[in-house]
Nanobody
Framework: EVQLVESGGGLVQPGGSLRLSCAAS????????MNWVRQAPGEGLEWVSG????????SYVDSVKGRFTISRDNSKNTLYLQMNSLKPEDTAVYYC??????????????????WGQGTQVTVSS
């Protein structure tokens, strides 16, 4: 059974940093493309970043380029999202999701095969 469990969210001041983790089980993380998706209050799902399975190619939505870094630790079967220079507009529930990189940044639940339960990130002074 595929399971994805996120952690690491919290309340942080603007300009601060957080590292989100997504512990995977039931499949080898390294061979699958993985993504981070977020949902701000009252908004739809927005794809944030992805890392291609079997390699190290990464991609990001323009609004987080240079601030966020996606990575994975194959020995721990865990996906990460390092978030620096956080802004209030980064406030959202962040999900990890298993599936191919989407064509567009606006995504739906059906675009990915598996989702975690989400972790709340709040950026506020």
């Amino acid at each position: 059974e595929v399971q994805l469990v996120e952690s690491g969210g919290g309340l942080v001041q603007p300009g601060g940093s957080l590292r989100l983790s997504c512990a995977a089980s039931g499949f080898p993380l390294r061979t699958y493309t993985m993504n981070w998706v977020r949902q701000a209050p009252g908004e739809g799902l927005e794809w944030v970043s992805g890392i291609v399975g079997g390699g190290s190619s990464t991609s990001y939505v323009d609004s987080v380029k240079g601030r966020f870094t996606i990575s994975r630790d194959n020995s721990k079967n865990t996906l990460y999202l390092q978030m620096n220079s956080l802004k209030p507009e980064d406030t959202a529930v962040y999900y990890c999701a298993k599936g191919p990189l989407p064509r567009f940044t606006a995504v739906r639940r059906a675009d990915f095969g598996s989702w975690g339960q989400g972790t709340q990130v709040t950026v506020s002074s």
